[in-house]
């Protein structure tokens, strides 16, 4: 299967505990960028000097100011080291994923740290323009560093209905489509003019119910949601052959996401006993959504439209459907203020259970209120096992507090098939985990045309986290490593990343020669830039688009944010 190397190659996969002490510290030497985790410091520009010279630029926040890394500094050129709060050997994984991408240190700073439209990066392609509500291009990348993009222009399109998107793949013009709805499938496979792509990607339709906001405070509730839906019926009404209804919250492919029991079936008459005499009885609800077409449900209209019709009919609710424009409903649902039941889902963005469960239940996460010890626990446990046989226990007993505290309701792991023209050569949905790789594509013209689900939020994917966003930033911008399209980690902006014995400092050596599309040299201090600009909240450039900067804060911890507090 195109999944075996990913699965077994990370099976020891464990995310950062922030474990090792030690207050925050300033370093100075040779005049290079210096940076700190402690209040108040800014960073310099990373430089090199004459003659050979090189001023290494260092960011040492210790690992008491909430962040999982010690320390990166910049030993030569082409040299970065890592060096950890706790053993990671996932390292490689997390920053091969496309928000660790390393962008010129010099469009930041003429950005003030909000390149949201002018990304300058490595990749095969660069941007040209980008029309809002209508379109992006990209050209080649003339001085790519690996083998050059066969087509010359890239252009990315958007349509929210995947009808509307079969409709100009039948018509030719677009070549790729992502996430057929299930009903037309069979009508590409027919078609001799089309080609059929299977996507691999593993993820869950959920739904989220938020424990600060009644009626969903009271565990009865949640635990009758959760019997009021029957996924099966979505499965056979909305969902691609080979899509399951969800036993458990993360798929049973990646390992210890099936441990423990598995959910509640369909049960409207324990669903309406449990809400006797409860003070949600006949009440108004609004089921919240983005009416954005992803690998967990093509169909969200719909698909959301029929589960507030279960809910109406199971439970006596009058429920009403909202949808949000997609930025504002993600920034809202992380923030955990608004809504109190909601739809939404996931796909991996790399293969362990903590991606799912860590994510979506870990103690800094606010999607679903008040996080739950029960589950925390367990949780941050299980993160630090590396071994799945040993961390069976720990992670039966997490996945049984989500069955018995409801957060959020599994519904449905979702089959995924793309679409393109039989005339576009090299058609690949790119790796398992990340988006098609256009640069191995050959359309047999001077341009690609992808029609998307969105329109990108931004194209600063440090602090983005939709997909439509990191699709374009991947084609654009490279990390130190990346995902080929088997879903192994190789090479990139790095030669290779390797460990010391316990995983806790990672040597990066760097490719040479290597230039941004802005014509500025690549080095290792652009490396400790970046990472400096995403991990430390103090930093003047840390400010993207929402500021949450989610996959660097949540894999791997931002020094230094202020202190919240909630209430119940």
Not at 332 to 338: C, S
């Amino acid at each position: 299967m195109k999944q075996a190397k990913w699965w077994s190659a990370v099976v020891v996969l464990a995310l950062l505990a922030a474990a090792c002490a030690g207050p925050a510290t300033t370093t100075t030497g040779g005049g290079g960028a210096t940076t700190t985790g402690a209040p108040g410091t800014t960073g310099a520009a990373p430089s090199t000097t004459g003659g050979g010279g090189f001023e290494g630029a260092a960011f040492e926040p210790g690992c008491d100011v909430g962040t999982n890394v010690s320390s990166v500094v910049a030993t030569s050129a082409t040299q970065v080291v890592f060096t950890l709060c706790a053993p990671n050997p996932a390292f490689q994984q997390i920053v091969a994923f496309t928000p660790f991408a390393i962008q010129s240190s010099e469009s930041l700073e003429a950005s003030n740290g909000s390149p949201l439209d002018s990304p300058v990066g490595t990749g095969a392609y660069k941007l040209d323009t980008w029309e809002r509500g209508n379109q992006v291009v990209m050209s080649a990348n003339p001085d790519y560093w690996g083998d050059p993009a066969v087509v010359n222009q890239l252009v990315i399109r958007w349509a929210d209905q995947p009808a509307s998107r079969l409709t100009e793949l039948q018509a030719g013009t677009v070549d790729y489509i992502p996430n057929l709805a299930a009903a037309d499938i069979a009508t590409v496979e027919a078609n001799p003019n089309l080609q059929a792509v299977p996507s691999p990607n593993p993820n869950v339709l959920y739904i989220g119910l938020n424990n600060k906001i009644a009626p969903f405070d009271d565990v009865k509730v949640r635990q009758a949601v959760a019997q009021a839906i029957d996924a099966q019926r979505l499965v056979d009404n909305f969902y691609p052959v080979g899509s399951e209804v969800a036993t458990h919250f993360t798929p049973c492919q990646i390992p210890n996401g099936c441990d423990g029991d598995d959910w509640y079936p369909f049960d409207a008459t324990a669903a309406q006993g449990l809400l006797a005499g409860t003070a949600a009885e006949g009440l108004d609800v609004t089921l919240y959504f983005r009416d954005a077409s992803r690998p967990y449900v093509g169909e969200p209209v719909a698909v959301a439209n029929d589960i507030a019709e279960q809910l109406s009919d199971n439970l006596g609710w009058n429920v009403t459907v909202q949808v949000v424009e997609s930025g504002e409903f993600i920034e809202t649902a992380l923030a955990g203020e608004t809504y109190g039941l909601f739809m939404l889902g996931w796909g991996a963005d790399y293969p362990h259970v903590t991606n799912f469960l860590d994510t979506h239940f870990g103690a800094a996460v606010k999607n679903f209120g008040t996080p739950y010890p029960e589950i925390t626990g367990p949780l941050e446990e299980g993160a630090t096992v590396g071994d799945t046989a040993a961390a069976e226990p720990i992670y039966t007993e997490a996945n049984n507090m989500i069955k018995e505290l409801v957060p959020a309701v599994p519904l449905v792991h979702g089959a995924i098939v793309d679409a393109a023209l039989a005339s576009l050569n090299g058609a690949n949905p790119g790796p398992p985990i990340g988006a098609p790789q256009f640069e191995l594509m050959d359309s047999g013209r001077d341009n690609i045309v992808f029609m998307q689900n969105k329109e990108p939020i931004s194209l600063y994917c440090a602090d983005e986290s939709d997909g439509e966003s990191l699709a374009a930033c991947q084609q654009m911008m490279d990390p130190l490593l990346r995902y080929d399209t088997e879903g192994n980690v190789v090479p990139a902006l790095a030669t290779a990343c390797t460990a010391n014995d316990d995983s806790t400092v990672w040597t990066c050596d760097l490719r040479e020669g290597v230039k941004f599309t802005d014509g500025t040299d690549f080095d290792a201090n652009d490396v400790v830039f970046n990472f400096n600009v995403w991990l430390d909240y103090t930093n003047p450039l840390h400010t993207g688009n929402s500021q949450l900067f989610f996959y660097p804060s949540s894999l791997l911890g931002v020094a230094n944010q202020p202190a919240t507090t909630t209430t119940n």
